[in-house]
């Protein structure tokens, strides 16, 4: 894909249209400097806006992205199966960040209820607490390390199956962390008592 190429055909286009970059940057809701970006080959609109600028001057998508003109009309067929992979593109992103609210609530209500039952040891100490303030602390760290990767999903820098290995690998480590730690404090009541 020549960016270049693309740029230089969205330009004629919109002079075709005689439209400033102003007046096409305000009709799609981006700024001028978005438009004068697309028109130098610098970066490329988003999939969404694409189409929306393919129906716009009315020319087919692959016309568009491969920065040519073929036809007059732009294919149907073409346009809404692209309307649809954008539509599932915009869901995936929405079911992820959702998932990353969530996650950063549990992870909130998990490190407040530490708070609480360390607030309640100052005044009772007890083996007992020092394992409930352990397993919460863990459950705390496995949730905001999944959260991180989730946001790393969000923004593109990781992908699905490494979100995955990722996310097991970092429950699996949470839990031998909690694992040992209630060992230790076992052992410690142990050696104490």
């Given at each position: 894909m020549d960016q270049i190429k693309i740029g230089a055909l969205l330009r004629e286009l919109r002079k075709e249209k005689n439209l400033s970059q102003e007046q096409l940057a305000e009709q799609f809701g981006v700024s001028s400097r978005s438009v004068s970006r697309w028109e130098n080959g610098n970066t490329m609109p988003d999939i969404s806006l694409l189409i929306e600028l393919a129906d716009f001057y009315d020319i087919e998508i692959r016309e568009l992205l491969s920065g040519e003109r073929?036809?007059?009309?732009m294919n149907k067929d073409?346009?809404?199966?692209l309307?649809?992979?954008a539509d599932y593109t915009n869901a995936e992103k929405e079911k992820i960040t959702k998932s990353l609210f969530g996650m950063t609530a549990a992870s909130a209500?998990?490190?407040g209820i530490i708070g609480a039952i360390v607030v309640f040891r100052l005044y009772r100490s007890s083996e007992v607490f020092h394992s409930v303030l352990t397993f919460w602390a863990t459950i705390g760290l496995i949730y905001s390390?999944?959260?991180?990767?989730?946001?790393?999903?969000?923004?593109?820098?990781m992908d699905k199956n490494q979100h995955r290995k990722f996310a097991v690998a970092a429950f699996i480590a949470g839990v031998v962390v909690l694992i040992l730690t209630m060992l230790l404090v076992l052992f410690a009541a142990d050696v104490i008592g």
């Open positions: 073929k036809r007059e009309t073409m346009k809404e199966t309307v649809m992979v209500v998990a490190f390390i999944m959260s991180y990767v989730r946001l790393m999903q969000i923004t593109g820098k």
